[in-house]
T-cell receptor, first 119, second 116 residues
């Protein structure tokens, strides 16, 4: 697609429900990032994929958070047993990188985010 | 470790005023990249500029200009003759070399309000 697409744009969940957030990156982009943005804060890194490989998940706040990108394109961020503190905007970004193993320096292209509200 | 500081939480100016948004960063690496992003009310982060650590030349793009000073670890952003459409949250970000090259850290942002 022309840009990074995220769905749903808005999600309201009751505490304890599971949610799944989808990211469709720019076609051909190797790198995919997930960020969490709390109200009034900057984006905080959650996890990073290079193609289908999840190379860094150090930012995931708990084992209730899980991300996958099985075919190296679309990614899903899943949050199990949601808690109120999970309420935030979840941003996905992609980057058109060169060969793996290199430090890639290009800018990230962001989607509009998925706003999760946990009641 | 990296850190990006944007000391100004919120700024309000009247249209046509000039405004400077400050960004101070911390890194032990000699090679790194700095970025500015704009986040309008729609929520999507829009890329504005990328600057590598070896290029200290100031850059101007229309009403936007950037002042990179390694000596003070600052990468400030100035909007000249501000307009209402400039109202947004602006983020400074730092990318530093690491094992996987995915390290991209944002500052807390500065909310700019341009009043008519």
């Amino acid at each position: 697609g022309a840009g990074v697409s995220q769905s749903p744009r808005y999600k309201v969940a009751k505490r304890g429900q599971d949610v799944a957030l989808r990211c469709d990156p720019i076609s051909g982009h190797v790198s995919l990032f997930w960020y969490q943005q709390a109200l009034g804060q900057g984006p905080e890194f959650l996890t990073y994929f290079q193609n289908e490989a999840q190379l860094d998940k150090s930012g995931l706040p708990s084992d209730r958070f899980f991300a996958e990108r099985p075919e190296g394109s679309v990614s899903t961020l899943k949050i199990q047993r949601t808690q109120q503190e999970d309420s935030a905007v979840y941003l996905c970004a992609s980057r058109g990188d060169a060969a793996s193993g290199r430090w890639n320096t290009g800018e990230l292209f962001f989607g509009e985010g998925s706003r999760l509200t946990v009641l | 470790a990296q850190k990006v500081t944007q000391a100004q939480t919120e700024i309000s100016v009247v249209e046509k005023e000039d405004v400077t948004l400050d960004c101070v960063y911390e890194t032990r690496d000699t090679t790194y990249y700095l970025f500015w992003y704009k986040q309008p009310p729609s929520g999507e982060l829009v890329f504005l500029i990328r600057r590598n650590s070896f290029d200290e030349q100031n850059e101007i793009s229309g009403r936007y200009s950037w002042n990179f000073q390694k000596s003070t670890s600052s990468f400030n952003f100035t909007i000249t003759a501000s307009q209402v459409v400039d109202s947004a949250v602006y983020f400074c970000a730092l990318s530093e070399r690491d094992n996987y090259g995915q390290n991209f850290v944002f500052g807390p942002g500065t909310r700019l309000s341009v009043l008519p």
